[in-house]
């Protein structure tokens, strides 16, 4: 990411108040809730290469957005521009990274959106091993449309939205 936009994203405040709340099992009202989940595969290599995938932000480029960030790694309060494109349109999305999740068991993070980004609100990405050696992801959002062009989109918005987080989700689940 350039100086440039590097200073103009810094300096932004999130576009939203509920600050975190995605990793809450009740998310907030006033939003549209998207929780969806699937079994990546078993064992501890499945966990730390899908852990890697998502913490280097590999699991967004391979689901086809362009990633611009200040770091390599997600990192709490990292700044990202998301480039998304769908047919004839591209967007740009800068998000900050809320809180990084590092357990034994459980990896992941969350982002919120930043003014200039088609939504408002915020998304968890986690990956998690049971004590069984099944690994599961879960992304977990809550939004609502904040510039004209998400809005306009209506319904079609939310099919966007069901589509980007099924490509995580295979992002994940995909073999390099």
Do not use: K, N
């Not at 689901?63 to 349109?89: N, Y």
């Not at 003014?115 to 998304?123: A, F, I, L, R, V």
């Not at 062009?149 to 994940?172: F, I, N, S």
């Amino acid at each position: 990411m350039d100086d440039d936009t590097r200073r103009r994203l810094a300096v932004l405040a999130f576009s939203y108040s509920e600050v975190g709340a995605s990793l809450a099992a009740d998310l907030p009202a006033g939003y549209e809730h998207l929780r969806l989940s699937r079994v990546l595969g078993r064992g501890r290599a499945v966990f730390d290469d899908a852990s890697h995938r998502l913490l280097t932000w590999g699991m967004h480029e391979r689901s086809g957005l362009t990633v611009t960030a200040t770091d390599d790694d997600v990192r709490r309060d990292g700044l990202v521009l998301l480039g998304i494109r769908r047919g004839p349109v591209t967007l740009t999305a800068p998000c900050r990274v809320v809180q990084v999740v590092d357990e034994p068991d459980r990896r992941g993070f969350v982002y919120g959106t930043l003014p200039g980004h088609p939504e408002c609100g915020e998304e968890a990405f986690l990956v998690q091993i049971a004590a069984d050696g099944e690994v599961s992801a879960t992304v977990t959002a809550f939004s609502r449309p904040d510039r004209l062009v998400a809005r306009l989109a209506g319904p079609l918005r939310r099919m966007v939205q069901v589509d980007a987080t099924r490509a995580y989700l295979d992002a994940l689940t995909d073999s390099y």
